[in-house]
């Protein structure tokens, strides 16, 4: 048996450290072998991991990049409406506290004005308006007092008498006035009276003894007919009853001596009573 001073001298014997630098030593297989795989599978793992992370990165940087500015915004929006809530809690506060001022002031006018009421008691002034009153003989329709005179006059004679009372010759405007005073008259054979109507001026243009024309009329049928210079309008009223106010007007020459009806308007003059 040989026995070796220096192991790493022995020619028989296998060297480790020359095992280990063969085995470090040995030639890299190209890329077509299979001992490569493991390696180029890591590096690809390891790029998408990279590529992952780094596209990780990015959006949540972009993330926190934005969201400050949404949440700003959101901020702002909440501060302004809660100025305006707060601005109109204010409002409301100030026009109850208006409100409350006002009825107040009404309370006090309300106790004022009972206060001056009760002191005038009496001395109160009311407005009254006067009732209408026609002389004696004469018949109230409306605003205006009626005389039915008995004494004969001509047309011209009748408008003077009624002057003389403050009148002038009835002037008939409505079916109620024209029916009113027909009911005055009473009947007869042929009792007519003179009214305020003529067309003396110019023929078959009948005016008011005011001077306003005639609009309408209640003439009898196929009258006026100025069969002998009728110039001037009565009012006939018979026994006959199927006679009616409406048509009871005629023309007669003005000269004839009648019966004749005054108007005369009173006015409704208000006064002062003092209770």
Not at 37 to 61: D, E, G, H, K, Q
Not at 166 to 183: P, R
Request: with cysteine; proline share 5%.
């Amino acid at each position: 048996m040989t026995i070796c001073l220096k192991v790493w001298r022995c020619p028989n014997m296998p060297d480790p450290l020359k095992r280990r630098h063969e085995t470090f030593s040995s030639p890299v297989r190209g890329p077509g072998t299979s001992g490569s795989s493991p390696y180029r599978f890591a590096t690809i793992c390891l790029a998408v991991l990279c590529a992952v992370l780094l596209i990780s990165i990015i959006a949540v940087t972009a993330r926190y990049k934005n969201t400050p500015q949404a949440g700003g915004e959101a901020t702002a929006e909440m501060q302004k409406e809660s100025a305006n809530v707060s601005a109109m809690n204010a409002l409301i506060t100030k026009l109850q506290e208006e409100n409350k001022e006002l009825q107040k002031e009404k309370g006090e006018l309300q106790v004022k004005l009972t206060s001056m009421m009760t002191e005038k008691g009496t001395n109160v002034n009311k407005i009254l308006v006067a009732p209408i009153v026609c002389p004696t003989n004469w018949h109230l329709f409306d605003n205006s007092c009626y005389l039915i005179a008995k004494q004969l006059r001509s047309w011209s004679g009748s408008q003077t008498y009624c002057q003389s009372q403050g009148a002038h010759l009835a002037i008939i405007l409505t079916a109620e006035e024209q029916t009113f005073l027909w009911n005055l008259l009473p009947r007869g054979h042929w009792n007519s009276y003179w009214f305020g109507i003529t067309d003396g001026e110019t023929e078959d243009q009948w005016k008011w003894i005011d001077g306003t024309p005639l609009v309408g009329g209640f003439w009898e049928e196929n009258e006026p007919n100025n069969h002998i210079n009728e110039d001037c309008g009565y009012i006939v009223k018979t026994e006959v009853l199927e006679r009616v106010a409406t048509k009871s007007w005629y023309d007669a020459p003005c000269s004839m001596s009648l019966p004749f009806i005054c108007e005369k308007e009173m006015s409704t003059i208000p006064h002062t009573k003092h209770t």
